[in-house]
């Protein structure tokens, strides 16, 4: 063999041998599958080979029943629409309005994948569906009226429980779990906050905030201060007295005039309230009675601070001209706005510095967080409906399955628009509200006061936190006549509940 012949060899031979040392060296995770199985194989991927699934952007939707139901009428009475509400479950026809136009087609759609037509009547809808029960006509099969009229229906008995139903289920995310721990009387839930309407999202209380007044004083973010556990009543209080300014010079704060804190609704000061975990009435079911807590000490603790921005002698607060509250903020000449969230809408017509955030609490140590729901419209279901569709039996079981299908096509594909429609507009801070917002719906609170009428319990509150009286000087009047009035009416309530 020649020299050349055989370094033309050698050459060969080493190109070969990276090739031969690598395939010696390999890992078992990149054998052939034929010598080594997957399951012998730590990081072997189980669907290799297979096409790559992904999550369904409507999973609940696509878990509830599409029945058939025949072609039959799911009626509704409402209230007349009011622009300050989103009291409204259907509208005549699409706008051009994203929202309007969402709710309008979703309605169309049920309809088609149910065979059902959706019908709503205008009017008194309390007294609308009373008239159904009463005659026994069964012409409404739910009603949208406001929480406050709940109390008296259960009183009279003309409502029935939404978790009798048994094509309901009330753990879905699209049945407001917040409703059903606050809500609920003697095991049952006659309020029906079910993602239908959006008057339960429209009414959360919260505060809007100007973010260049926050940055003239150089203030924290609140928002920032709620995502990191550090937004409390102290430092919102410290806030509103550092902003308050006479810019006229004349020796006096005035709301047309001058720089505030904090203007806008007080609500009770029930959203103070439930962020830090106190109620000022709960239903006791083990008790079978409704308590009062204007004296729990925890109750108190947390009243005192809130009364740090409430008392009438805080000049950086207006909360008695709503009006006026609302013109000095869109003006620029105040902090903090306390509103419903729905009205955001009505402050978006120019790009601003807005932003929106929740409440502050008494502290992070104790007490569940919940955001408040103030007085919004729910879904009442009557005692008595219709056999629409002739099958000899009440359509309590259709009425479920038309409540489910709705509840889930809006929770996965109408929701957004609404927080897209009332949240993001113009503004720079827009998108973080958003977020803000989508965590305040995880946990909303409702109140017993406001479904139930005890209004004088909280009338003599406020009094007492804005004339920094203590409680003591009004708990033994209030409770007594609270503990007769709530006695009766639980009495009541017995006789169709049992």
């Known amino acids: 063999m020649t020299k050349r012949v055989l370094s033309l060899i050698l050459a060969l031979l080493l190109l070969l041998l990276p090739s031969a040392l690598v395939s010696c060296g390999e890992s078992t995770e990149n054998t052939d599958a034929s010598d080594v199985s997957q399951s012998q194989s730590p990081t072997a991927d189980p669907n290799a080979g297979a096409e790559e699934e992904t999550e369904s952007p409507t999973p609940n939707w696509d878990a509830v029943p599409k029945t058939d139901l025949g072609g039959m009428d799911m009626n509704a009475s409402c209230n007349p629409f009011d622009s300050n509400f989103y009291n409204v479950l259907d509208w005549d026809e699409t706008t051009g309005d994203n929202l309007k136009d969402a709710m309008y087609n979703r309605n ?27 005659s026994g006509l069964g012409d409404v099969d739910f009603s949208y009226a406001l929480i406050s009229s709940g109390g008296g229906l259960v009183q009279k008995g003309y409502l029935t429980p939404f978790n009798e139903l048994e094509t309901v289920d009330m753990t879905a995310p699209y049945w407001d ?63 509103l007295e550092n902003v308050c300014t006479d810019l006229n010079g004349d020796g006096e704060i005035k709301l047309k005039d001058d720089l505030y804190g904090l203007v806008g609704r007080e609500y009770w000061l029930q959203p103070y309230q439930n962020m830090s975990g106190v109620y000022l009435v709960t239903f006791d079911e083990k008790e079978t009675k409704f308590k009062l807590h204007l004296t729990d000490e925890n109750f108190v603790n947390v009243s005192e601070a809130i009364g740090k921005i409430y008392t009438k002698t805080n000049q950086a607060v207006n909360y008695a001209d709503y009006d006026g509250g609302r013109i000095a903020f869109s003006d620029g000449r105040s902090l903090y706005y306390s509103r419903l969230l729905g009205d955001f809408r009505q402050l978006r017509e120019v790009e601003d510095d807005y932003g929106v955030v929740c409440f502050p609490r008494y502290d992070y140590s104790s007490g569940d967080p919940a ?67 989508r965590i305040m719906m995880t946990n909303r609170s409702f109140d017993l006061c406001e479904a139930f009428g005890f209004h004088s319990v909280m009338d ?39």
């Open 108 to 134: 169309r759609f049920i309809e088609d994948q149910l065979n059902c037509r959706f019908l709503v009547v205008y009017g008194n809808a309390v007294s609308l569906m009373e008239q159904s029960v009463v």
């Open 177 to 239: 779990q917040g409703a059903q721990r606050y809500l609920k009387l003697l095991g049952q839930m006659f309020f029906g906050f079910v993602d239908f309407g959006f008057d339960h999202y429209d009414s959360l209380a919260v505060l809007f905030y100007n973010g260049a007044i926050l940055n003239d004083f150089h203030l924290e973010d609140p928002q920032q201060l709620f995502l990191s556990d550090e937004w409390t009543i102290d430092k919102m209080a410290a806030q």
């Open 371 to 437: 955001y408040f729901v103030k007085n919004p419209t729910t879904l009442f279901l009557p005692l008595v409906v219709g056999d629409d569709n002739g099958d000899s039996k009440p359509d309590f079981d259709e009425i479920g399955i038309f409540l489910q299908a709705m509840g889930a096509y809006t929770y996965d594909e109408t929701l957004d628009v609404y927080i897209e429609s009332t949240v993001i507009g113009k503004g720079m801070r827009d998108e973080q509200s958003a977020n803000i917002v």
């Open 460 to 498: 003599a509150y406020l009094s007492c936190v804005i004339a920094d009286k203590g409680f003591g000087s009004i708990a033994q009047r209030v409770g007594k006549n609270f503990e007769k009035t709530s006695g009766k009416m639980v009495d009541e309530i017995l006789e169709h509940v049992g």
